[in-house]
């Protein structure tokens, strides 16, 4: 009895150790199996959108330039690149100071002319005398005392003062007013020495600094308005079933994975003449105006329907038409049928109409480091809740 119940005990200590052993190499076998992220197929409602790049771009700028040339003085100059401007405000100025003097000039001309005209015509006091002569002259022709010759002689006289009286009348009108339309001339150059922002804007490049001389028309900063236009670009494909109004969703590479919401607010009937991509704008709803910065690039979808979908897959789950799905611990390669694409999912459809699905809800479907696994591998799995729904919205 005593052998018999050593011999079962070895036994079952050698039992105890294979089992051991065995966990231990199944342990080991997991252990270096490959971890893959994965994340549930869904149901629920797709979004059937199409995809765009987008830039933000300036609605327009302008080059600030002076009419005039002169020297920039230091008074009230105020471009600076980044500067926030306000229509109106003033931002450069031309040294004046000769123009002040012609200014003075011109105004001491014009009150001397204007006196002139208010101490009387000479020619008037000689019209005067003509003319008592001529009543004279006709009195005594009439009489018979003068002969008609005198008398035709003396009306020439008053006629021929009348007229210089007129001209002598109009050469002074004239000059004042030319002497005023040239104070308006210098008083208008003037104001011209003040530059100053021709609409809301921030300023993007300084040309020229205090110190130095400009001519005519140059440029010395340029300006851009404060609103920003985000422009997407849509292929040709998808461009003729959007329509404005429709809602968008737009994400920015500064920014990360943040959505922002907007719709579109103009499509325009041209290409661009690069890419041949077709150009719409978005208006952002949910975004501060400084953090659309000029130049910054991404990504875009834009609604154009939405309806049930029975299989939806993360996008960033497909490579071409495939995806990978892990069932039991095994990676399956599958080639899938895409529905509607947006952002952030993909709807999944049958091979063939009505029949039946490649994937179901709650199938998971690995999401990163696609290229790390192949058809067939064994992994172990992190499962993460879906996005493909809830960023979309």
Same mark, same amino acid.
């Given at each position: 009895?005593?052998?018999?119940?050593?011999?079962?005990?070895?036994?079952?200590?050698?039992?105890?150790?294979?089992?051991?052993?065995?966990?231990?190499?199944?342990?080991?076998?997991?252990?270096?199996?490959?971890?893959?992220?994965?994340?549930?197929?869904?149901?629920?409602?797709?979004?059937?959108?199409?995809?765009?790049?987008?830039?933000?771009?300036?609605?327009?700028?302008?080059?600030?330039?002076?009419?005039?040339?002169?020297?920039?003085?230091?008074?009230?100059?105020?471009?600076?690149?980044?500067?926030?401007?306000?229509?109106?405000?003033?931002?450069?100025?031309?040294?004046?100071?000769?123009?002040?003097?012609?200014?003075?000039?011109?105004?001491?001309?014009?009150?001397?002319?204007?006196?002139?005209?208010?101490?009387?015509?000479?020619?008037?006091?000689?019209? &005067?005398?003509?003319?008592?002569?001529?009543?004279?002259?006709?009195?005594?022709?009439?009489?018979?005392?003068?002969?008609?010759?005198?008398?035709?002689? @003396?009306?020439?006289?008053?006629?021929?003062?009348?007229?210089?009286?007129?001209?002598?009348?109009?050469?002074?009108?004239?000059?004042?007013?030319?002497?005023?339309?040239?104070?308006?001339?210098?008083?208008?150059?003037?104001?011209?020495?003040?530059?100053?922002?021709?609409?809301?804007?921030?300023?993007? $490049?300084?040309?020229?600094?205090?110190?130095?001389?400009?001519?005519?028309?140059?440029?010395?900063?340029?300006?851009?308005?404060?609103?920003?236009?985000?422009?997407?670009?849509?292929?040709? &494909?998808?461009?003729?079933?959007?329509?404005?109004?429709?809602? @968008?969703?737009?994400?920015?590479?500064?920014?990360?994975?943040?959505?922002?919401?907007?719709?579109?607010?103009?499509?325009? %009937?041209?290409?661009? %003449?690069?890419?041949?991509?077709?150009?719409?704008?978005?208006?952002?709803?949910?975004? +501060?105006?400084?953090?659309?910065? +000029?130049?910054?690039?991404?990504?875009?979808?834009?609604?154009?329907?939405?309806?049930?979908?029975?299989?939806?897959?993360?996008?960033?789950?497909?490579?071409?038409?495939?995806?990978?799905?892990?069932?039991?611990?095994?990676?399956?390669?599958?080639?899938?049928?895409?529905?509607?694409?947006?952002?952030?999912?993909?709807?999944? $459809?049958?091979?063939?109409?009505?029949?039946?699905?490649?994937?179901?809800?709650?199938?998971?479907?690995?999401?990163?480091?696609?290229?790390?696994?192949?058809?067939?591998?064994?992994?172990?799995?992190?499962?993460?809740?879906?996005?493909?729904?809830?960023?979309?919205?």
């Amino acid at each position: 009895m005593s052998v018999k119940k050593g011999t079962s005990l070895l036994g079952l200590k050698i039992l105890v150790a294979l089992a051991i052993l065995v966990g231990g190499i199944v342990f080991t076998l997991r252990a270096l199996r490959p971890v893959a992220r994965v994340e549930p197929v869904v149901s629920g409602e797709a979004v059937d959108a199409k995809p765009a790049s987008v830039t933000v771009q300036v609605e327009y700028s302008m080059d600030l330039q002076s009419e005039v040339g002169g020297r920039l003085i230091d008074d009230d100059f105020s471009l600076d690149p980044g500067k926030a401007l306000k229509k109106g405000d003033v931002l450069a100025r031309l040294d004046g100071g000769d123009l002040a003097l012609e200014i003075e000039q011109v105004q001491h001309d014009l009150e001397a002319a204007k006196a002139r005209v208010a101490v009387g015509s000479s020619i008037a006091l000689e019209l &005067e005398g003509a003319r008592s002569d001529l009543a004279t002259q006709e009195r005594l022709f009439k009489l018979g005392q003068i002969s008609a010759l005198d008398y035709k002689k @003396a009306q020439r006289t008053v006629t021929q003062t009348e007229q210089r009286l007129e001209l002598e009348k109009v050469t002074n009108r004239q000059n004042i007013e030319t002497l005023e339309t040239l104070l308006k001339q210098k008083k208008r150059q003037l104001q011209k020495m003040t530059i100053v922002a021709p609409f809301n804007g921030i300023v993007s $490049l300084v040309y020229a600094h205090p110190g130095q001389q400009i001519g005519n028309n140059t440029a010395i900063a340029t300006l851009i308005t404060q609103h920003k236009i985000v422009e997407a670009q849509i292929s040709e &494909e998808d461009f003729a079933n959007v329509r404005v109004g429709e809602h @968008a969703m737009v994400s920015f590479l500064p920014y990360g994975d943040y959505f922002f919401n907007g719709s579109v607010s103009k499509i325009l %009937p041209t290409a661009d %003449p690069t890419t041949q991509r077709h150009l719409v704008h978005i208006e952002l709803a949910d975004i +501060p105006p400084e953090k659309l910065v +000029p130049g910054i690039t991404g990504d875009a979808t834009i609604t154009i329907d939405t309806h049930p979908a029975k299989a939806i897959v993360p996008r960033r789950a497909l490579f071409g038409d495939s995806l990978y799905v892990v069932r039991n611990g095994v990676v399956t390669l599958l080639k899938v049928k895409k529905g509607a694409v947006w952002l952030t999912g993909v709807e999944v $459809l049958p091979r063939d109409a009505g029949g039946p699905s490649l994937l179901a809800p709650g199938d998971l479907v690995i999401v990163e480091e696609l290229e790390k696994f192949r058809d067939g591998d064994h992994v172990e799995t992190i499962v993460q809740p879906s996005d493909a729904i809830e960023k979309s919205r």
